[in-house]
């Protein structure tokens, strides 16, 4: 079982890209320090991404072009709602996998809606890759979400996170830091291969100080 694990690992780093393009991280900060922010939430809605739109024709086409999968986490504008997202592109550029995180954490609901059923699909076979699926944040604290998606058969699961930095020994959340973000769970309860996204892309590599390596993620044996 370790021995496939680790060769799917392998292939996985040949054949798929993982990224996640989302800004929540930055708008939630900053609700934290200021509850109500009506002009950071009004650029925030005009930024986040519509599914049916130009610019994710663009990714998709991306993906086609270069030939490889793509898991995106972004924040979706649907008819004036916001949603947290997640999207699995095929190595064609069709959107396989369309889901928002169920349930908004915290300071999210502020401005995220909930997600319906069709959420609970969250797990598809891409060719020569394997059977990926994706779950956001802090859905990983709910094990039966985490087990339905074990039990669709996944083989490569894609944890999206905000930035998460080195805990600094003081109040803060340790599941919110990157040595203890709850996604790693995924390690000690099932085979799978675990990849946490967790890092901003921006427009500019200096834009934001998040963004220094925009597409970073963590394969996790």
């Known amino acids: ?13 040949s054949r798929i ?3 996640f393009v989302d800004f929540q991280g930055m708008l939630i900060c900053g609700a934290r320090s200021r509850p109500i922010d009506f002009e950071l939430s009004t650029a925030y809605m005009k930024s986040s991404l519509h599914v049916d739109s130009t610019e994710m024709r663009r990714i998709c086409q991306s993906a086609a072009d270069h030939h490889i999968a793509v898991v995106l986490g972004f924040s979706e504008n649907f008819k004036g709602s916001l949603y947290i997202s997640q999207a699995i592109i095929n ?12 349930k908004a954490t915290h ?3 502020t401005i995220f809606g909930d997600a319906s059923g069709s959420a609970l699909q969250n797990v598809v076979e891409l060719p020569d890759v394997g059977r990926v ?32 930095y080195d805990h600094d020994g003081g109040p803060g959340l340790y599941s919110m830091s990157k040595e203890g973000v709850l ?29 220094r390596n925009p597409l970073f993620c963590i394969l996790q044996r």
């Open 91 to 102: 190595a064609e550029g069709s959107i396989e996998v369309l889901r928002r995180k169920l």
């Open 107 to 109: 300071m999210e609901r």
């Open 17 to 19: 890209q993982l990224s």
């Open 183 to 211: 996604s790693y769970c995924i390690r000690a309860e099932s085979p799978l291969a675990n990849v946490v996204g967790k890092q901003v892309a921006a427009a500019s590599p200096k834009s934001t100080p998040w963004s």
């Open 1 to 13: 079982m370790l021995d496939s694990r680790l060769s799917s690992l392998d292939m996985v780093r």
């Open 133 to 164: 699926g994706a779950l956001a944040c802090w859905e990983h604290t709910q094990p039966l979400l985490k087990y339905h998606t074990y039990h669709q058969r996944e083989t490569i699961h894609v944890a999206a996170w905000p930035p998460l």
